[in-house]
């Protein structure tokens, strides 16, 4: 099935923004919605956004809304999620994964996931 990547995750201050990347290894985006997911320290896994295959269609969470942009490049084979206005409350592990189905605010809805890239937002 290939695996996915993520990458640009790190320490940044209250205010600031990071750009990550789920890259895919062995496997084509192209045909899947793409979600991004976060889970903090004693939390669940909970849902960020998502973006259709056509990258015309994008959702996501109320808590990040404004704030966060869900891109793709098919041709490399990659999705972004661009985060501005970064605060504390966003600090934790943010893993990519694909899916064919259309329930897309839904963690088991997703396959292959990613390992995850750490984002700390320090106050």
């Known amino acids: 099935q290939g695996q996915l990547v993520e990458s640009g995750g790190g320490l940044v201050q209250t205010g600031g923004s990071l750009r990550l990347s789920c890259a895919a290894s062995?496997?084509?985006?192209?045909?899947?919605?793409i979600g991004w997911f976060r889970q903090a320290p004693g939390k669940e896994r909970e849902f960020v956004a998502a973006?259709?295959?056509?990258?015309?269609?994008?959702i996501y969470a109320v808590s990040v809304k404004g704030r966060f942009t869900i891109s793709r490049d098919n041709a490399k084979n990659t999705v972004y999620l661009q985060m501005n206005s970064l605060n504390p409350e966003d600090t934790a592990v943010y893993s990519c994964?694909?899916?064919?189905?259309?329930?897309?605010?839904?963690?088991?809805?997703?396959?292959?996931w990613g390992q995850g890239t750490q984002v700390t937002v320090s106050s």
């Open positions: 994964a694909a899916s064919t189905r259309s329930d897309v605010y839904n963690r088991v809805a997703y396959d292959s």
């Open positions: 973006i259709n295959w056509r990258g015309v269609s994008t």
């Open positions: 062995g496997r084509t985006l192209s045909t899947y919605t």
